[in-house]
């Protein structure tokens, strides 16, 4: 899950190259490196100083020598070898001449690496990325023109990689490549540009287009050509690109995600603006499955990862309970290793904010190639996963930049509902009226979860008493259940603190032995029909010594009696309520994480994009 800019042809590379690493850093920042290249030369300059990696090579490249027009750059997050200078990329092969950046694993390194030494090659890294710069170092040495040494390099590579080379003897040429990793080329007049992410470019270029797996492409100023594995002519997908660069601002927040955490009711809204015909049939982006293939779905499937992964359990009880469809949860990382039953009516939902979470892909690939129909939720245009899936659900909560989801998971939230709620249609589980009350109330949540972002200053007070705490653990009963894996999920990520989430049943069978006084427990108690439960839940946890926090409705008089502090939220629809009770716990998560002086927008250890298993 590394960051990789590239550019051809540009009177100003080092900085396009350094602002393209600045955007990409939330991809990973254990280090960054840039080469630039001109006939002759490769100039090298890497730093490995953590989240500063990226503002001290900076300081570096204040000494860059000038006359550089061709350049790649990388930020990395650490899969092989320490996060440290000599493991930072671009690599350079033995003459000093080739540099490549790569994101990915090369899963054959160790056998390759042997193979190279044993060649007389000389590895200055312990990274798997490396051998890529000596294998297309012996391919160059046997004639071959860059284009084609990374062809035939490429052959003997297992694994996933977005990988960009340059040679000081074949200067104003970048090749790039992709297998599984993103990776995005960009156009503008006499200049071309790479990239692992559309923002790190988005200014500069006028033109996207995607590199499908196993493509290679050659940059020059003058454009790009590419070819397939086998050496076949390919022509690269045009992306299509609605949004505009202020959008990745912070716009006048402290951090990204304070932005985001604010962005969404419009998250929401533009989730479910135009989805619904004159005749009230509601319809997506890129619906291609047919009504009735649809109509005959015998079980639904829904395969994620992290935020998306509860998004996706809220999922599955709107479609039982609208669709009336048999649904299973994944974690996408675990699918394909249990040997999954795929039957005819079987419909699988890959869920991924960027679109390119490695697992989930493969997950879904996994179910494609098993003969299920896959439709994808993606928060990103023409990304990998949106490409391969049969039909596509766009969320629309625009770029989110910040390491740990906010926007993104209301947004799959209420995309994934609506979704259910066009299987209802199709099948007949709910009559006509009901579909529409449901859908207006769906619209309703946006100012539901606008009123909450206003009560933001008494949720900081409550994350002030609790200053101090260590050990939270977050009930909740059916859909509250999923939200409490979010908010735990929020306060752990944030703040380093341990922090587990609970089904409330499962209190008494295990959990309860670590109540104690200083223990908090943090309750979703919005679902009327489950309040008894959770009620009682609390009263377990009180009696044994622990802080109660309730994330409770408006109109609800009970909860006083057994919460030590109360987060308000409006009273919604019951299976609306994750949308409305997430926002309470991002606030507490992220109030907790500033007072500690933890970087909200860059958890330790942790990267926006996971594009590697």
Request: hydrophobic share 45%; glycine share 8%; aromatic share 6%.
């Amino acid at each position: 899950m590394c960051g990789i800019i590239g550019v051809v042809g540009s009177s100003d590379t080092l900085a396009t190259l350094l602002e393209g690493l600045t955007r990409l850093e939330y991809r990973g920042y254990d280090s960054a490196g840039i080469a630039l290249v001109r006939p002759g030369q490769t100039w090298r300059a890497r730093t490995a100083e953590g989240t500063e990696s990226v503002a001290a090579l900076r300081r570096v490249c204040e000494d860059a020598p000038s006359g550089f027009s061709s350049g790649i750059g990388h930020t990395r997050w650490a899969t092989h070898g320490a996060p440290e200078a000599v493991n930072a990329h671009p690599h350079l092969d033995c003459s000093g001449n080739i540099a490549i950046i790569h994101n990915g694993i090369i899963e054959n390194h160790r056998e390759l690496h042997e193979a190279l030494v044993a060649r007389g090659h000389l590895f200055t890294s312990v990274t798997d990325s490396e051998v890529l710069a000596h294998l297309i170092e012996e391919a160059r040495a046997r004639g071959l023109e860059l284009m084609e040494a990374m062809r035939q390099s490429l052959l003997t590579v297992r694994g996933a990689f977005a990988v960009a080379v340059m040679d000081a003897t074949e200067p104003d040429v970048i090749v790039a490549a992709r297998r599984i990793s993103p990776l995005v080329v960009g156009t503008a007049p006499g200049v071309t540009y790479l990239a692992s992410d559309v923002p790190a470019i988005l200014d500069r270029a006028t033109a996207f287009y995607a590199v499908n797996d196993d493509e290679i492409v050659r940059l020059g100023p003058e454009g790009f050509r590419a070819i397939d594995l086998e050496g076949g002519p390919v022509r690269l997908h045009q992306l299509s690109i609605d949004w505009d660069l202020e959008t990745a601002e912070k716009g006048g927040h402290d951090d990204f995600m304070s932005k985001e955490i604010s962005e969404q009711p419009h998250a929401i809204r533009a989730t479910l603006l135009d989805r619904r015909r004159r005749d009230g049939t509601i319809t997506f982006d890129e619906m291609r499955i047919d009504d009735e293939e649809l109509r005959e779905v015998k079980r639904v499937v829904l395969v994620a990862a992290g935020t998306s992964h509860h998004a996706a359990l809220v999922a599955k009880y709107a479609i039982e309970r609208w669709a009336r469809i048999s649904v299973e949860v994944d974690i996408s990382s675990e699918y394909r290793y249990r040997d999954p039953i795929v039957e005819i009516g079987t419909l699988v939902i890959g869920v991924s904010q960027s679109g390119e979470t490695i697992d989930t892909i493969q997950a879904t690939r996994e179910a494609q190639r098993r003969g299920a129909r896959v439709v994808a939720v993606s928060n990103i245009v023409d990304s990998s996963l949106a490409r391969e899936a049969d039909a596509v659900i766009y969320t629309r909560a625009g770029i989110e930049v910040s390491v740990a989801s906010t926007k993104a998971f209301v947004a799959q939230v209420a995309a994934l509902e609506l979704l259910a709620l066009r299987l209802a249609q199709l099948r007949g589980t709910m009559s006509p009226t009901d579909v529409d009350a449901l859908f207006l109330g769906l619209n309703a949540v946006s100012a539901q979860v606008a009123t909450t972002l206003e009560r933001r200053a008494s949720i900081e007070l409550i994350a002030k008493e609790l200053m101090g705490s260590h050990d939270f653990f977050f009930l909740g009963r059916h859909v509250g259940f999923p939200t409490a894996l979010e908010g735990a999920l929020k306060l752990k990520e944030l703040t380093y603190m341990h922090a587990e989430g609970y089904p409330g049943g499962e209190l008494k069978h295990g959990p309860l032995a670590l109540i104690e006084p200083g223990v908090v427990v943090v309750a979703v108690a919005t679902h009327q029909l489950m309040h008894e439960k959770i009620l009682s839940n609390l009263a377990e946890v009180k009696a044994r010594g622990a802080s109660v926090v309730v994330v409770a409705t408006d109109d609800d008089e009970t909860i006083d009696a057994v919460a030590d502090f109360v987060m308000r939220v409006p009273a919604t629809e019951p299976l609306f309520t994750p949308m409305v009770d997430i926002v309470p716990l991002q606030l507490f998560a992220y109030a907790m994480a500033r007072q500690l002086g933890r970087n909200v927008d860059r958890p330790r250890n942790l990267a926006k994009t996971v594009t590697v298993e």
